[in-house]
């Protein structure tokens, strides 16, 4: 079992960068496929973006060429870098983390984009 722990959020106005960190307890983070997910007020959570074991990302459409995910295996934690920040970028931001068919949840990060 993984336990995640996000940080980074805040509040930054649109057009500005944010960076989330995911920590992760557990001695075979670089077995998990992770990710990030958001959800904003009275909507559902969507993904974000993913990374695999093997380093392979996809990012959702609507953060495409603006959002990198990356991990670093050595310190058991994974990123989310976010440039060109928009206000519908508004969201509580949560890590996941996929092994063995379970799913396994920070308590979200909340990111806040002013007009």
């Known amino acids: 079992q993984v336990q995640l722990v996000e940080s980074g959020g805040g509040l930054v106005q649109a057009g500005g960068s944010l960076r989330l960190s995911c920590a992760a307890s557990g001695r075979i983070f670089s077995m998990y496929a992770m990710g990030w997910y958001r959800q904003a007020p009275g909507k559902q959570r969507d993904m974000v973006a993913r990374i695999t074991i093997g380093g392979n990302t996809n990012v959702a459409d609507s953060v495409k060429g603006r959002f990198t995910i990356s991990r670093d295996n050595a310190k058991n934690t994974v990123y989310l870098q976010m440039n060109s920040l928009k206000p519908e970028d508004t969201a509580v931001y949560y890590c996941?983390?996929?092994?063995?068919?379970?799913?396994?949840w920070g308590k979200g990060t909340l990111v806040t984009v002013s007009s």
């Open positions: 996941n983390g996929k092994l063995g068919g379970m799913d396994y």
